[in-house]
T-cell receptor, first 114, second 110 residues
Framework: EPEVTQTPSHQVTQMGQEVILRCVPI?????FYWYRQILGQKVEFLVS????????KSEIFDDQFSVERPDGSNFTLKIRSTKLEDSAMYFC????????????FGPGTRLLVL | KNEVEQSPQNLTAQEGEFITINCSYS?????LHWLQQHPGGGIVSLFM???GKKKHGRLIATINIQEKHSSLHITASHPRDSAVYIC????????????FGGGTRLMVKP
């Protein structure tokens, strides 16, 4: 069964460093998402992406964050200058259509900012 | 902003018991998702509902749009059902953005 993959599974970085989290969505899907879950808290929506542009973003997704689909398969989340509070599990998801459709989640990348 | 509340927060059951997890939300939605999060953190989508009821194996999900409420039922629970179950709603006017509940941590004892 096709699945969403994410790399790396874990990343440790120093505060102020840039990180890029990578995702490979399911191949025929058109909508891509990033979510984060701070330890012990709810999952939170960050951004959705369609047709090579952001379709929606939350207030969490400020200028420090950017997303890109650099080629036909990868979908990346960049955090420009990491802060301690960016430490979280980051999930990528994809879906075939925009609304009322199952989103398939990747296994997550656990980011620790020191 | 949609407020999504789940109950109970924690649930311990004996193997074989019938389990119900509840989710309520404050603002009209276009769809509701039930998700399962395993101890390692991975998230699996169980159901997407916009009305009525869906069944998959021992899992049943229902939604009452007028009451703004959904339930997830597990029949004949098993220790492998132990996980966090999360309700997430897709708001009517917010495209594909999901708002998540806090999750229900289920432990099924043998």
């Amino acid at each position: 069964e096709p699945e969403v993959t994410q790399t790396p599974s874990h990343q440790v970085t120093q505060m102020g460093q840039e990180v890029i989290l990578r995702c490979v969505p399911i191949s025929n899907h058109l909508y891509f998402y990033w979510y984060r879950q701070i330890l012990g808290q709810k999952v939170e929506f960050l951004v959705s992406f369609y047709n090579n542009e952001i379709s929606e973003k939350s207030e969490i997704f400020d200028d420090q964050f950017s997303v890109e689909r650099p080629d036909g398969s990868n979908f990346t989340l960049k955090i420009r200058s990491t802060k301690l509070e960016d430490s979280a599990m980051y999930f990528c998801a994809s879906s075939d259509t925009r609304v009322q459709e199952t989103q398939y989640f990747g296994p997550g990348t656990r980011l620790l900012v020191l | 902003k949609n407020e999504v509340e789940q109950s109970p927060q924690n649930l311990t059951a004996q193997e074989g018991e019938f389990i119900t997890i509840n989710c309520s939300y404050s603002v009209g939605i276009s769809a509701l998702h039930w998700l399962q999060q395993h101890p390692g953190g991975g998230i699996v989508s169980l159901f997407m509902l916009s009305s009525g009821k869906k069944k998959h194996g021992r899992l049943i999900a229902t939604i009452n749009i007028q009451e703004k409420h959904s339930s997830l039922h597990i029949t004949a629970s098993h220790p492998r059902d132990s996980a966090v179950y999360i309700c997430a709603v897709m708001n009517n006017n917010a495209g594909n953005m999901l708002t998540f509940g806090g999750g229900t941590r289920l432990m099924v004892k043998p």
